[in-house]
């Protein structure tokens, strides 16, 4: 078994379910007392909040490059961050790495694919729902659009994420208000929906609405659980 690396902290709200995740994918593949071997190196959240807001994306790569490296020194054979947002700095990153680095866009992807999705509406923090890192990946490498809420949306979902779900927060009206925007993206011709922060698991799962959810930290876990086990 092939040991997980993790940069989390991003919040440590969805760090925990990664690991969760991760450690239950294990044990469902393996059963017994099985878990994933891992390691994971924590950030602190309240720099990167600073650095987002602030524009510094060069310094939080520059935090995140550091990270990775403590993973790699730590024994792990791939890397995984626990963030969709933070992967606007994926390339620093890599550049950090000698070993594999899992980009979370992949996985879901290829869920996608199987699904026979190829137009998608994608939530998330603002930064990913309006920075190209992620919307340019779906479709320059795999093929898929993406639609996003208007700005009224964005600025909805955004503030949920940071103000609720990322403190531990699950809030009625606040699911209510993305299976509203949910239905919207739908009426613009989204087959699916990403739930494109780690967070929007804890607040709306497959039980909420009928339309096809993608959840990326789960994909992620489960790329990561197959990786570990492959020969």
Known sequence: MKTIGLIGGMSHESSAEYYRLVNQGMKERLGGHNNARSVMVTVCFDDIVRMQV??????????????????????????????????????????????????????????LKTAG????????????????FYIDRLRDKHGIQTVVPDAAGRDAVHALIYDELCHGTINENSRDAVLRVINQ????????????????????????????LFDTAGLHAVAAVELALAD
């Open 54 to 111: 602030e524009g510094r994306w060069d310094d939080a790569g520059q935090l995140l490059a550091q990270a990775a490296g403590q993973v790699q020194a730590a024994g792990a054979d791939f890397v995984l961050l626990c963030t969709n947002t933070m992967h606007e700095v994926a390339g620093a990153i890599e550049e950090a790495l000698r070993i594999p680095f899992i980009h979370i866009v992949d996985p879901t992807a290829e869920a």
């Open 117 to 132: 999705i190829t137009h998608v509406g994608l939530l998330g923090t603002r930064f990913t729902m309006e920075r190209p």
């Open 185 to 212: 993206l739908v009426e613009q011709g989204a087959q699916g929906i990403i739930l494109g922060c780690t967070e929007l698991t804890l607040l709306v799962q497959r039980q909420h609405t009928s339309t096809p």
